[in-house]
């Protein structure tokens, strides 16, 4: 009876030390901050939000004052540029939007990484490649067979760029734990 209560014991400390865990990644380590906005933009498309939340917490950590060496901005690090590339699509925003306000990042960089995933006929792996080093070396890969146009996978030893090669293994790690801690 004595082996039975510390095996118990043992089992119940196991489970709460699971338990603080789960909740403290979810709290701190993997945030879900701003996924009824992000669900909202992502409606109506095949982008998956947690694959949104993954690419802010990789680009910005949730830091919506951000601002790269490049000069990318906020959350999702939206050049000025970038948004020119997608200004097309919105009737509501001013000609003087501001980059650092949480609500315009997102919907700006939500309708990027739509076009970029239109772009790349749904590829995920070649858009977030795009995202992170531009269409421009992406398209000159593609043609020059760096990578395949059919990209089915998350680790690829020859992409030039040591940054975009890291950036995509941390976008697709920590999308896989965003789903096992919020969809499982």
């Known amino acids: 009876m004595k082996k ?10 196991i489970l709460v030390v699971c338990v603080l865990l789960y909740v403290y990644c979810k709290t701190f380590i993997y945030k879900a901050t701003y996924l009824e906005y992000i669900e909202k933009n992502c409606a109506g498309s095949s982008i998956d939000p947690y694959l949104v939340l993954s690419i802010i917490k990789v680009e910005s950590g949730f830091n919506s004052n951000a601002i790269s060496n490049k000069e990318a901005k906020g959350l999702m690090q939206i050049k000025d540029t970038t948004y020119n590339d997608v200004a097309d699509i919105f009737t509501n925003i001013d000609d003087k939007i501001n980059l650092y306000d949480p609500e315009t990042n997102l919907k700006i960089g939500i309708a990027y990484f739509k076009r970029l995933v239109n772009k790349y006929d749904g590829n995920y792996y070649i858009a977030l490649l795009a995202y992170n080093a531009g269409m421009g070396n992406v398209n000159n890969w593609i043609n020059t067979g ?39």
């Open 4 to 13: 039975i209560r510390i095996i118990f014991k043992i089992v119940f400390a």
């Open 146 to 184: 760096i990578i395949p146009k059919n990209l089915d996978y998350y680790v690829v030893p020859n992409i030039p760029f040591n940054e975009t090669k890291n950036y995509l293994k941390k976008v697709m790690t920590t999308y896989k734990t965003y789903k096992f801690l919020y969809v499982l």
